[in-house]
């Protein structure tokens, strides 16, 4: 299954071998051309020699992790964040090492063994350490090396109502989606990025773009959905199950207008169900791609993840398969000569 | 070795909270089947694991003591939204929560996850608050009238989590604290099939001690035992503690010294692990042990009570983790000690 061997492979940013390799492995046999970039980025290209409006989609395959950064006396091992990770869901938490993909354990001082004013305050970075079972540091070198990316043990499962919890679906969510429009049959010249390094500071597609020179641009994430508990409705950013998420602003992004004004055209006619992207924060590939040479007309359109950049991050099933359904549409209408300037 | 990592594995994967230890419960009694002569469960929920002893006339009566209830917690509220508010059964440090998947054991058993805010939303002041339990709630991925339907407000949760093989013979999970203990006596009893012995074994897994140490009461007032000995776990070394406060991992079982413990018994342990080689490491108690043991030495007319522990790092949350080779020579050394008694050694109990 898909979703389940993208988000359970180990692919933090400048990392993501294993999730290209099973990529590549999934799109020979859906492309004309397979090749990869100077940073690591996956391009596949259908009908490369078309006419028509060169049409690039891009998700990016990195997640976030921990890097090794140190040994302890003690053989416990020191981290540092690669991406954004907020410490307070570290703590108590599983997690794989490294190229055999060991197992360690982040853990926290007992309860018992605490004063009354720790227990008020969060466990910070410096704090919490890797336990591999280790007792020296001379053990602990045998078994990890210092620099060793690190992800969260989390496996894929499907529960409650139509929702899939993983690691990783930001954004290997947006890696599946594009796998699947692959498997459509098109005359555009399509080409599909599978990008890294997106969550330590966008880095990989803007390379793609410059070398893909495409005509539209569209980035497929998984973003911030916070549509729980007593969250404020400006700060829940998306609901889940209500469709794929456009962009309207983000830190990195004022989106094209006219290019969203078309993929909602699309959406309603083809009675999909879609929804604004309402927070100001945050950022994706887009904000490289569309600043690219001359500048890309670029659109975003994402899948709500609740929890994202943690180890259990959920997604609604009808938001993954509406956005294959949303961007497969708009692909056909790009073919049948629509285009968002026109 | 029959009763190996698998079996703690199994003990720790199932649930069984304070009070509601039934899931722990029905894989020892299936378990413990082929080791014991008779098995019974009494009204809080102890499983008494019987082993009789050779010879005639009046038999030394020895209880062990392992607790098999887990921190778990509890449905308190369900929000509007179907989101789950949460109150705890035995000591949790909320701060190891948010993140976490869990299970509710609701009509049927559902996959959940505790909310965390993701670092896009939260403000540095919130990234410098840690949230205390009633601010935590569970995403059942359910829409509300799904929730009311399948879960109800009492209804237990637990962290989910699959146990994991650390480098070393180290294993982390859930409820090591103290399925790890229990596995001990699994253990224990497996090798007094192979010894030849005189007293009669009362191998008890107590129900609520994560509350205050309830069921290892009633099941030692019905058993009425010549001598106890708790066997749970203790706090294993780690950064930021005090050496003085914890112990290494692998290196032993431990036996506490202290006002609750009976001199004897804790230098008859000390002796039986020396005569037969097996490791181990001193504890030191000045009152409290936190533990069955507490309990034990005061039912009925006193009971004279030893302590034998399991070193354990990160104690009460979801990454417990012990060094296995520990389990499996407190499960021996306990043994021993029942093999090496004599009426006379416990009638001197009494005698100071």
């Known amino acids: 299954m898909l979703?389940?061997?993208?988000?359970?492979?180990?692919?933090?940013?400048?990392?993501?071998?294993?999730?290209?390799?099973?990529?590549r492995e999934e799109v020979i046999p859906l492309a004309d051309r397979v090749s990869t970039d100077a940073l690591g980025s996956l391009i596949v290209e259908k009908n490369p020699d078309a006419e028509g409006s060169?049409?690039?989609?891009?998700?990016?395959?990195?997640?976030?992790g921990l890097m090794v950064v140190g040994i302890e006396d003690n053989g416990l091992l020191r981290f540092r964040p690669l991406g954004g990770v907020d410490p307070r869901i570290l703590v108590a938490k599983p997690v794989r090492i490294g190229a055999e993909r060991r197992y360690g354990v982040i853990g926290?001082?007992?309860?018992?063994?605490?004063?009354?004013?720790?227990?008020?305050?969060?466990f910070e970075m410096q704090q919490l350490l890797i336990d591999i079972g280790a007792n020296t540091r001379e053990e602990a070198e045998r078994l990890v090396e210092i620099g060793d990316p690190v992800v969260f043990a989390t496996?894929?499962?499907?529960?409650?109502?139509?929702?899939?919890?993983?690691?990783?679906f930001d954004d290997r969510v947006g890696c599946a989606v594009l796998v699947e429009l692959l498997k459509q049959p098109t005359t555009l010249p399509l080409t599909v990025a599978f990008t890294v390094q997106e969550e330590t500071g966008l880095r990989g597609a803007g390379p793609v773009a410059y070398r893909t020179k495409p005509d539209l641009a569209m980035v497929v994430e998984g973003t911030v959905c916070f549509d729980v508990g007593e969250a404020k409705s400006h700060e829940q950013s998306t609901a889940q199950g209500a469709g794929p998420a456009l962009s309207v602003v983000d830190g990195k992004t004022i989106a094209n207008t006219k290019f969203r004004e078309f993929i909602k055209s699309v959406a309603d006619e083809e009675a999909i169900p879609w929804q604004y992207r309402r927070t100001v924060g945050g950022a994706n590939d887009a904000g490289v791609i569309h600043l690219s040479e001359m500048g890309i007309l670029t659109a975003a359109v994402s899948i709500p993840t609740r929890y994202i950049h943690a180890p259990a991050q959920v997604i609604h099933l009808?938001?993954?398969?509406n956005t294959i359904r949303l961007l497969s549409a708009v692909i056909e209408r790009i073919?049948?000569?629509?285009?968002?300037?026109? | 070795m029959l009763y190996d990592q698998a079996l703690l594995r199994r003990l720790t994967e199932v649930t069984g909270g304070s009070g509601d230890e039934g899931g722990a419960r029905q894989v020892l009694i299936e378990v413990a089947q082929s080791l014991a002569d008779e098995i019974s469960v009494d009204h809080l929920g102890s499983v008494t694991m019987r082993k009789n002893g050779e010879g005639l006339g009046r038999h030394p009566r020895v209880m062990l003591s392992a607790h098999l209830d887990e921190i778990t917690l509890m449905v308190k509220k369900i929000d509007s939204g179907g989101f789950l508010r949460l109150a705890q059964v035995g000591g949790f440090d909320p701060r190891t929560l948010p993140g976490q998947e869990v299970t509710v054991f609701g009509r049927e058993p559902l996959l959940g996850v505790i909310a965390s805010k993701p670092p896009h939303l939260s403000t540095p002041e919130e990234?410098?608050?840690?949230?205390?339990?009633?601010?935590?709630?569970?995403?059942?991925?359910l829409a509300e009238d799904r929730v009311r339907a399948l879960v109800r407000v009492g209804d237990r949760l637990t962290v989910r989590r699959n146990t994991i093989d650390l480098a070393g013979g180290r294993m982390s999970g859930k409820a090591m604290d103290n399925r790890a203990?229990?596995?001990?006596?699994?253990?224990?009893?497996?090798e007094l099939c192979r010894l030849r012995f005189g007293a009669d074994v009362y191998a008890v897994a107590s129900a609520q001690e994560e509350i205050g140490a309830i069921g290892a009461m009633t099941a030692a007032f019905r058993i009425k035992p010549d001598l106890a000995i708790a066997i749970d776990v203790c706090h294993g070394e780690m950064p930021g503690v005090e050496k003085d406060r914890v112990v290494p991992l692998g290196k032993g079982p431990v036996v506490t010294l202290g006002p609750r413990i009976h001199p004897s018994l804790y230098r008859r342990l000390l002796d039986t692990a020396k005569r037969h080689r097996l490791p181990y490491q001193l504890g030191l108690s000045q009152g409290a042990t936190g533990t069955d043991a507490d309990t034990l030495q005061v039912v009925a007319m006193g009971i004279p009570t030893a302590l034998v522990s399991i070193p354990l790092r990160y104690m009460h949350t979801s990454v417990e983790t012990i060094v296995f080779s520990d389990v499996q020579n407190a499960g021996l050394l306990l043994a021993h000690l029942i093999a090496d008694l004599n009426s006379e050694f416990v009638e001197g109990l009494t005698c100071y």
């Open chain 2, 181 to 190: 203990s229990v596995t001990a006596l699994v253990i224990c009893l497996e």
């Open chain 1, 3 to 23: 979703l389940k061997a993208l988000t359970e492979a180990f692919g933090p940013s400048g990392f993501e071998d294993e999730v290209r390799h099973l990529l």
């Open chain 1, 318 to 321: 009808d938001d993954y398969h």
């Open chain 1, 54 to 64: 060169r049409v690039l989609f891009a998700a990016h395959m990195d997640e976030v």
């Open chain 1, 108 to 122: 926290a001082k007992a309860i018992h063994l605490q004063q009354p004013e720790e227990r008020t305050k969060p």
């Open chain 1, 335 to 342: 073919e049948k000569g629509g285009h968002p300037i026109s």
């Open chain 1, 155 to 168: 496996e894929y499962e499907e529960f409650g109502d139509r929702r899939a919890k993983a690691k990783s």
């Open chain 2, 127 to 141: 990234r410098k608050h840690s949230q205390p339990l009633d601010e935590l709630y569970v995403d059942l991925g």
